[in-house]
């Protein structure tokens, strides 16, 4: 793999070279390989090249760091998949600056039958709810939800869909050895055996806030639409909605409390234009015309509790009751409670409210 990936690495390692640039390079000449090879004058041909660039790449060596990444890579069990694989996202080759390669844990296909979930990180208990009800419908429909695994509707998104026993990616804005936010480890793993969790950043980059519009356009890149649930009028999700309507994407948004600030965003994109979606079949109605969606199905979804599930279950009541008191009651320490209680929410049995409150599900 190493030696297959090394050019690949090695042209993106170039000074100058970025996204639309290396897509350009790859268009002409096939294949990193042969840009290197390649004559200056055939060089010059491509747009946007230089003479400082054709000279980079001519007189180009290597990081260190590009074969100590790949063999992480493969240490880890995670795979890179470039712009010519065929498992390459059929939707992200169309946008203008798709990643030149994509670092990926879990297993992704080039299926188009995706739709992305977005929202606000403080999400409220009806924007969590909305959100689980609708990831599982569109599951029911055989639909794969992405998602940006950030805290509240992202996370709701992810969750939902497993809970239904569908598909799900989650895009980060930070590398594979990063997961951002950290209390998501359990959900990071959870995600990547029945999808895959995908970045375009190097494995130990940092959550930095330069890097979530980068990541947000990968989200509505590899998607048909995306679905905005609560949005104050200043909000990411919004920048993710605009990235969709540039590609030439569906944008949907799930109305809210009318006097919630956090539905402001939302409102203003329905006025704008954007779908309403209160159901499933509002967002199926507008993709029908471009893929092949199957009827719902009804499935019958069986629990399987363990004992130490039981025990923490016992802990928790309908009326909310925090981390903190699960922990005192059973005695369990806080960081397998948290990923027990993951369980437990993707069994639908538990749901998780602001400030780390859970409660049964009634």
Not at 52 to 81: C, M, Q
Not at 154 to 181: E, M, N, Q, W
Not at 337 to 356: C, D, F, R, T, Y
Request: hydrophobic content about 40%.
């Amino acid at each position: 793999m190493i030696s297959k990936l090394l050019p690949w690495f090695a042209l993106k390692s170039v000074p100058g070279i970025g996204n639309n640039l290396f897509k350009r390079l790859i268009d002409r000449f096939k294949c990193p390989e042969s840009v290197f090879k390649a004559s200056e004058q055939s060089l010059y041909q491509v747009k946007g090249i230089s003479e400082k660039l054709v000279s980079a790449i001519k007189n180009h060596k290597i990081p260190s760091w590009v074969e100590r990444e790949i063999d992480t890579v493969i240490k880890k069990g995670y795979r890179v998949i470039t712009l010519i694989d065929a498992y390459y996202p059929k939707l992200l080759l169309e946008i203008p600056d798709p990643p030149s390669f994509l670092y990926v844990y879990g297993n992704i296909d080039s299926s188009i039958k995706n739709i992305a979930i977005v929202g606000s990180r403080s999400a409220t208990n009806y924007g969590i709810s909305a959100t689980k009800r609708l990831c599982s419908e569109l599951v029911d429909f055989g639909i794969t939800i992405v998602s940006g695994l950030a805290k509240g509707i992202d996370t709701a998104a992810h969750i939902g869909t497993l809970s239904a026993k569908g598909k799900t990616i989650a895009v980060l804005g930070s590398g594979l050895l990063r997961v951002y936010p950290e209390e998501n480890i359990s959900l990071f793993h959870k995600i990547a055996e029945n999808g895959a969790v995908i970045s375009e950043f190097s494995l130990t980059e940092s959550p930095n806030k330069y890097n979530f519009p980068l990541r947000n356009r990968i989200i509505s890149g590899v998607s048909l639409g995306t679905v905005v649930v609560e949005a104050a009028q200043k909000s990411g999700s919004l920048i993710t909605a605009k990235l969709a309507l540039d590609q030439n994407r569906e944008v949907f948004a799930v109305p809210g409390q009318v006097d919630s600030f956090k539905s402001f965003g939302t409102h203003n994109l329905i006025k704008q234009g954007a779908k309403l979606v209160v159901t499933a079949q509002d967002i199926i109605d507008e993709i029908s015309n471009i893929i092949d969606v199957k009827s719902p199905v009804q499935k019958n979804r069986p629990l399987d509790i363990s004992e130490e599930e039981l025990h923490i279950l016992d802990s928790i009541e309908i009326v909310p009751i925090h981390i903190d008191e699960i922990v005192r009651k059973t005695g369990i320490e806080v960081s397998k409670i948290s990923s027990i209680l993951l369980m437990l929410e993707l069994k639908g049995i538990v749901k998780q409210l602001q400030g780390k409150f859970f409660s049964k599900e009634v």
